[in-house]
């Protein structure tokens, strides 16, 4: 049984679909700018909840959104477009910078082998049914129109507050003097902005006889709504999203449909970096390329991601990646070992199948869990193979059995050792070495291993 924890409920729930398809919405990324590792960890913890949801025979389908329009800087309603903010930066108009980073970000999400969502929403593409969507809420009373845009009124909805345990008192109590002149309730947001005169902005559409775009939250509610239909299975994002993001896109399905949003929310936590915050300023805004740069490859990256738990904050360090690597070359060479003899198999004392790492995944998505069982345990290849799937780490793929050449070398190299030519076997341990193959001998023989 699949248990998963409910950010809704602030509980761990026993899953049960709504349908015979569950289906998922995953915030995506805001397309102005590379991604950095951190941005990459959600898509690796919701890979591992679509896998696992398939491994235990559901059927799903997903849909992941991106941020091409109405993402101000601040979060709110607040500040400047963060695609218009990256048109200026690089000098491009902001379709190019779109078509641009969703380009880049599609390359890191394939590199980290992430299964391909069903639907790949753009926001853009869904402006006439947000537009549907704001004529629909107005149409059921909860917006009112400010010189700024229309706006949702947070107090017609009562469980405004619920999802995250708002406090809208302290809210009040914090919110800055003249915020926005004609905004009635601190928690209220702009479902549609307007484009003043003269404002530089330039994806606009007209609605109500003037220039506008989208409110960020509106596009994640629209999308749902076209394609998967409200309640949605499980709703997932970063915990960033919880008091703001999702909170409003909660109120707007509401208010648009009469409907809930999802009946499970799951939400991942940050990392930091040598326990820092990432930022610019500290120049730990690493990419994928950056991390490839320095030896490592985007798999050794998911299985950092993977060795530790969706909820927690985790601290990522460049030893505790080198680590990760050490532990996927070790997985790969013991599916190596699985092409050999079974003498000369690693043989640690316990076995394990692959019905125990999914009961440990089961848990609440415990890959932490499942690695060290897997790390302790002896697995046959069809087990590696079920592991492979269930955490796409292209092990087995990576890990092709030698061919007839190299076999023949191994063959050669120990022929000379028994004959008592070091010098020939030496030579051919080398050549084996160009050829990333290393060899152990062993009480039973020797034994081959990819050197990296
Ligand atoms: P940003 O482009 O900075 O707004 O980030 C987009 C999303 O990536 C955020 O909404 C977060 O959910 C996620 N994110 C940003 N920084 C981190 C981090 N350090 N660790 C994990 N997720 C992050
Ligand atoms: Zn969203």
């Not at 775009?213 to 596009?219: C, I, T, V």
């Not at 050794?300 to 990760?324: C, I, P």
């Not at 932490?368 to 302790?376: H, R």
């Amino acid at each position: 049984m699949l248990r998963l924890y409910n950010t809704a409920s602030r509980k761990l729930e026993d899953f049960k679909p709504l349908t015979d398809v569950v289906r998922i919405y995953t915030c995506g990324p805001t397309v102005y700018n590379y991604a950095h590792i951190g941005n990459m960890t959600a898509y690796i913890y919701w890979d591992l909840l679509v896998r696992t949801l398939e491994a235990n025979g559901y059927k799903v389908k997903r849909v992941l959104n991106l941020t091409d329009v109405g993402h101000l800087v601040s979060d709110a309603d607040e500040g400047e477009d963060k695609l218009e903010k990256g048109a200026k930066r690089e000098g491009k108009s902001v379709f190019e910078i779109a078509d641009y980073y969703i380009k880049a970000f599609m390359k890191d999400y394939r590199a980290l082998e992430l299964l391909e969502p069903d639907v790949l929403a753009r926001a853009t593409d869904y402006i006439k049914e947000d537009i549907e969507a704001v004529d629909k809420m107005t149409a059921n009373g909860f917006t009112y129109e400010t010189a700024d845009g229309i706006y949702y009124d947070t107090a017609k909805f009562k469980q405004y507050s619920d999802f995250a345990r708002l406090d809208l008192e302290g809210l009040k109590a914090g919110a800055r003097i003249g915020f926005s002149d004609e905004k009635r309730g601190v928690s209220d947001f702009a479902v549609w902005k307007f484009i003043k005169p003269g404002e530089q902005h330039e994806m606009r559409w007209d609605y109500l006889g003037r220039p506008g775009y989208p409110g960020w939250h509106l596009e994640c509610a629209t999308i749902i709504h076209e394609e998967l239909g409200e309640p949605i299975d499980i709703h997932t994002g970063g915990i960033d999203h919880i008091p703001v993001h999702h909170t409003n896109e909660i109120a707007e399905c509401y208010a648009a449909y009469g409907k809930d949003l999802a009946k499970y929310w799951m939400h991942c936590d940050f990392i930091t970096i040598d326990g820092e915050k990432i930022s610019k300023s500290l120049g730990n805004t690493y990419s994928l390329a950056d991390l490839a740069e320095r030896g490592f490859s985007p798999l050794d990256y998911k299985m950092w991601v993977l060795s530790g738990h969706y909820q927690g904050t985790r601290n990522f360090t460049f030893d505790s990646l080198e680590g990760a690597k050490a532990r996927r070359l070790n997985w790969r060479n013991r599916i190596a070992e699985c092409y050999q003899s079974t003498e000369v198999r690693n043989n640690t004392s316990e076995k394990c199948d692959f019905g125990q790492v999914i009961s440990a995944v089961n848990n609440n998505l415990n890959s932490s869990e499942a690695f060290a069982l897997i790390d302790s345990s002896n697995l046959s290849l069809e087990d590696w193979k079920k592991v492979d799937e269930l955490f796409g780490l292209k092990l087995i793929a990576d890990t092709p059995d030698i061919d007839d050449d190299v076999r023949d070398l191994i063959k050669a190299r120990q022929e000379a050792r028994q004959a008592g030519n070091y010098a020939e076997s030496d030579r051919i341990r080398d050549e084996l070495a160009a050829k990333g193959i290393a060899i152990k001998d062993t009480a039973s023989g020797p034994v081959w291993h990819y050197a990296k």
